[in-house]
């Protein structure tokens, strides 16, 4: 057969054989799809400077240095109306922080028990769990807010009838007022001891399971862990003249002054943004658990451990790999939010930052970009930080 017999191949169009070619195809899509939300995003920043521009506005953080002339109920950090706008917003940012803390480690410690609640043989126990989880997951959070919030104002007596905890805190409506800790110099020596104490405990476990799988030598960890974290710092607290004090709050007129208060704001905020949040853990941990195959715990019995220890050493252990990835979300969601502080009083970053300095300088722009990127900065935190724990605990593979 001669050569020119052979059928010849069609020539194909390089930018055919291009975006047939499924790695080139992705990367094409991707450019584009990053090309139009730059445009998307460079076409909103340039309107917007245009605008403000119109306007005679311009884009400045000089507001920051400003005095705020407005005064904050609770603040960590020593604040007055005299303070410039820029401390103020640290006094959200930690107010923020705080709620967000102290709500995580609540909702964790609720939503765990109402997890292990909802699988328990215990008709009543298992039935309260259920319903208070329903409850409370089919009804909006600012809603809870609102009505903790109210609980504690109307419920919780007057300062004068103030209901007196061990005669150094007092509970009423206006907060709860507590000894304040007025420290000496010294007392920084404990600090710094027992920081260490915590360092030298987390080096010294590591060590010893070193030791302990090298050469089965085994080291009273408990007691040497404890002796640096809590034996040393009460050493060196009473060698130094224990320098500490406290300040207990007096009913002078018609408050309580000196010592610190926990405002009601907060305490609502906390409880009502924690109960919230472990309604929906409560269901991750029961999922978690329940995933864990059955012949785990058949196992655990079979060498005659008990029920709770099975769950403890056993169960809990491997569900995590499992309940970490949305129990991230849950941590978000209750960090977000705290943002509906404002519907309350609560002075956080929107209160604020977003709030009264926005009114009182006219920097919307400004003002909302710091707040969108410090709920930013705090989400990305928690999910480094929990995406590190779930490493932490994700199951070795030989």
């Not at 209901?163 to 007392?187: I, Q, W, Y």
């Not at 010294?204 to 960890?221: E, L, M």
């Not at 977003?354 to 722009?365: A, C, D, K, P, Y």
Request: glycine share 6%; hydrophobic share 50%.
């Amino acid at each position: 057969m001669s050569e020119s017999a052979i059928p010849q191949q069609p020539q194909r169009n390089p930018l055919s054989r291009l975006w047939n070619d499924k790695e080139a195809r992705s990367v094409i899509i991707q450019i584009f799809a990053f090309s139009c939300i730059f445009a998307f995003f460079f076409f909103m920043v340039r309107n917007a400077m245009y605008n403000l521009e119109a306007i005679g506005k311009d884009i400045s953080l000089d507001f920051l240095w400003q005095p705020s002339s407005y005064d904050i109920s609770q603040s960590l950090i020593e604040y007055n109306s005299r303070s410039t706008h820029f401390r103020a917003m640290i006094v959200g940012i930690l107010n923020t922080l705080l709620v967000a803390v102290s709500g995580i480690i609540l909702a964790t410690v609720i939503g765990f028990l109402l997890g292990v609640f909802r699988l328990s043989k215990n008709f009543l126990i298992n039935k309260l769990a259920y319903v208070y989880i329903e409850y409370v997951r089919n009804v909006p959070v600012l809603l809870h807010i609102l009505l903790v919030h109210g609980l504690i104002v109307h419920t919780l007596p007057l300062p004068k009838n103030a209901v007196n905890v061990a005669d150094a805190g007092f509970l009423t409506n206006r907060g709860f007022f507590m000894p304040k800790p007025s420290m000496e110099p010294m007392f920084w020596l404990v600090i710094v001891l027992f920081v260490l104490g915590i360092v030298f405990t987390l080096w010294f476990r590591r060590y010893a399971k070193r030791v302990q799988d090298a050469t089965g030598r085994h080291y009273p960890v408990f007691w040497i862990c404890t002796a640096a974290i809590v034996g040393i710092p009460a050493l060196a607290f009473l060698v130094t003249g224990m320098p500490l004090a406290w300040e207990i709050p007096e009913l002078k007129g018609f408050n309580f002054r000196g010592g610190m208060v926990i405002r009601p704001e907060f305490i609502a905020l906390w409880l009502a943004l924690s109960l919230y949040t472990a309604a929906f853990i409560g269901e991750i941990v029961r999922a978690g658990i329940t995933a864990v195959n059955w012949g785990q715990t058949e196992a655990a019995f079979a060498l005659g451990i008990s029920r709770n220890r099975t769950l403890n050493l056993v169960v809990i252990p491997q569900a995590l790999r499992i309940i970490v990835p949305p129990l991230t979300s849950q941590y978000l969601n209750l960090t977000k939010n705290s943002s509906l502080a404002i519907a309350i009083g609560y002075m956080d970053i929107v209160a604020t930052i977003g709030g009264i300095s926005l009114n009182q300088t006219g920097r919307e722009m400004e003002c909302m970009t710091i707040v969108l990127m410090l709920y930013l900065t705090f989400s990305l935190l928690i999910s480094a930080f929990m995406n590190w724990y779930n490493q932490r605990i994700k199951l070795v593979e030989r």
